[in-house]
């Protein structure tokens, strides 16, 4: 097997020693020969001792690697993200490159080390992995920190300098170490572009750059394409990049240049924000603009009971759940977002914008937001002779009106929430503020404590039947929500419900609307759900499914749902926040403005089947936060 060119220097380079030529023996000098021996002797005795520490040394650091690579592809095996991620530098990029598809691959294999060479903190190290009867071979680092070796995405000092190579079709931008590659990927590209472009080329693509990385990034740059350094993707048993490099560079350049067909799908449309906007007219007006890019939308009747079936599209109008990220089946959006110059992520609200994110990375596309709020029987409130509720009150206010409600008004409940909004709503209050991140301002992730405090809240009200059970709520969200049990007779005190149902419920009573309350000195937050699209891992046009949801998150929603449009300018553009009901607008405002994201993970916590076991006493409030759902990663 060709091995990779470890160094730039030459005189450093790995090989065998050169011979040490044989002394000349002196035709009358007995005494010299004897005394050469012994010093030859000496010398090579010493050499070889030398060789044999080097070689148990490089043996030694082999055997550390290879034990590292195997606990990777144990914890990939069994979907351990918690194991796996542990063995890797904490970058958020590089974490998330190992999602990609030809990633997960050759770890899903498991590698071979071959080589590993110490370079001050930091190790070289030659693997190989099998692929379809196949062996592959890149390049991985390794940097010791705090005692032990981790997985890194890169080492200072090999890659080498930045060059270039012109041809008629643009530049070749590499790194040094990867100058004996360049006359074999331009003469790639060549032939690429000769049977290409005559027929099917997208006009104004030519001349581009074609830059060979260091890292796994993308890049919405126009005039260049990326695709990683074959070291890094793959190469052959001859040191020659292998087809694992070549399919990468053949997709990323007819993503740039050919014309493309997006096959977008469109879950049922009884789904949370779905259908909240016009994508057949959308669709129609980015083909306009965008004439090389064909947009094919695909309704389905129901979602496939497996996510994964997703991956067949090119991309989706829902957000992802945190299991399909984790099963490598959606798109890193951060590389296009950061460098699209006609995409400005400022120009999003926060709150909306945080809700695509998870671990410091982008995963869809915001489109809309919708929250819940608290309504109450504002009639009641004056029967009871109470003020009513204040825009910043507590959640002690709330049971203590509740508790005088009940006491003049005949009820079946005193609160009714038929989703996880007051519980995450409880949560998020004592979690406090946001904190900065690498890529994300909010949220700090919840507590086991913050957790098991709403579960401690929760629970009593459905012991006490001031909550109706998990049964009737299930029952009751098939028939429609809150709005099928607050009718003329209202049958909650309090109940939590969107804002599109304001004037429906004001039909039968005069009704009050207040955010969520808060606890101690902090103002109620609300959750916010963020929807929005993904780009499939799969796809093999993943720029030009970049364009098409960078201008789908410039459509407003459709009005009458109150979806908030993701970027202030388009809210602006539309006046959204002046065609809300004057009752309902400042409520809305203030609960925005403490509004916290619902994140992919934050999904998982208050499951339906975890309420059912803390209600039952099967487990402990505490013991269930300590112990939630579990992601599956690398399926």
């Not at 940097?143 to 200072?156: D, F, I, K, L």
């Not at 004001?506 to 101690?520: C, E, S």
């Amino acid at each position: 097997m060709s091995q990779f060119n470890w160094q730039l220097d030459i005189e450093e380079s790995w090989g065998e020693p050169e011979n040490k030529p044989e002394p000349k023996r002196p035709l009358n000098a007995i005494w010299f020969l004897v005394v050469a021996v012994v010093v030859v002797t000496a010398v090579l005795s010493g050499w070889f001792a030398a060789q044999r520490q080097v070689t148990r040394a490089e043996s030694a650091l082999k055997e550390t690697i290879q034990n590292i690579l195997d606990l990777e592809h144990e914890a990939v095996s069994g979907g351990d993200g918690d194991l796996y991620f542990a063995l890797l530098a904490d970058d958020a990029a590089w974490r998330a490159a190992q999602l990609n598809p030809e990633n997960l691959a050759a770890n899903h294999a498991g590698y071979t080390v071959t080589r590993a060479q110490a370079r001050d903190e930091f190790v070289w190290a030659n693997v190989t992995w099998e692929a379809e009867g196949r062996t592959y071979q890149r390049i991985a680092f390794f940097q010791q920190q705090n005692g032990v070796y981790v997985h890194a995405p890169t080492a200072p000092g090999y890659w080498g300098e930045p060059l270039s190579r012109r041809s008629d079709w643009g530049d070749l931008a590499f790194r040094q170490i990867d100058e004996g590659m360049a006359a074999l990927i331009t003469a790639y590209v060549d032939k690429f572009i000769a049977e290409t472009c005559p027929q099917n080329c997208v006009d104004g693509r030519l001349p581009f750059t074609l830059e060979l990385t260091d890292n796994y990034q993308q890049t919405a740059v126009a005039g260049t394409i990326q695709a990683p350094s074959p070291r890094l993707a793959a190469l052959g048993q001859d040191g020659r990049p292998a087809a694992p490099f070549w399919q990468i560079l053949r997709q990323r350049l007819e993503d740039y240049l050919s014309p493309t067909t997006i096959r977008f799908a469109l879950p049922p449309p009884f789904l949370p924000g779905v259908y909240r906007m016009d994508y057949a007219q959308a669709a129609a007006d980015f083909m306009a603009l965008y004439p090389d890019i064909a947009i094919e939308l695909i309704p389905l009747p129901k979602l496939p009971a497996d996510l994964a079936d997703l991956a067949q599209f090119d991309g989706a109008a829902l957000p992802p759940t945190a299991d399909m990220v984790a099963a490598g089946l959606v798109a890193d959006l951060t590389d296009f977002a950061r460098t699209d110059p006609e995409f400005h992520s400022q120009d999003f609200y926060d709150a909306i914008w945080q809700g695509a994110i998870w671990r410091d990375r982008l995963w869809f596309m915001p489109q809309s937001a919708h929250f819940k709020l608290l309504f109450y029987d504002s009639l009641a409130y004056r029967q009871a002779d109470l003020p009513e509720p204040a825009w910043q009150w507590q959640w002690a206010d709330m049971e203590a009106d509740m508790a005088a409600l009940l006491a003049q008004q005949t009820y079946d409940w005193g609160f009714m929430d038929l989703g996880p909004d007051s519980l995450l709503a409880y949560a998020y209050n004592l979690a406090g503020d946001c904190v900065e991140t690498a890529f994300s301002l909010c949220p700090p992730p919840l507590q086991p404590t913050h957790i098991a405090a709403a579960l401690d809240w929760y629970e009593p009200l459905i012991q006490t039947g001031q909550m109706p059970s998990l049964v009737e709520q299930a029952d009751a969200s098939e028939r429609g929500g809150p709005s099928t049990l607050q009718t003329a007779r209202r049958r909650a005190a309090f109940w939590v419900d969107e804002p599109l149902y304001f004037e429906y419920y004001l039909l039968f009573n005069p009704i009050g609307v207040a955010p969520f309350p808060g606890a101690g000195f902090l103002d109620g937050v609300t959750p916010i759900w963020v929807d929005g699209n993904f780009i499939s891992a799969g796809s093999e046009h993943p720029r030009a499914v970049w364009q098409w949801l960078a201008f789908l998150s410039q459509q407003p929603p459709t009005p009458r749902f109150r979806y908030i449009p993701a970027r202030p300018s388009v809210a602006a553009e539309t006046e959204y926040w002046f065609t809300l009901p004057r009752p309902l607008v400042n409520v809305m405002r203030m609960a925005f403005n403490s509004a916290r994201p619902v994140t992919l993970a934050d999904k998982l916590i208050f499951t339906p089947e975890r309420l059912t076991a803390v209600i039952a006493g099967d487990i402990s409030s505490l013991a269930s936060a300590q112990n939630q759902s579990e992601i599956v990663w690398f399926r």
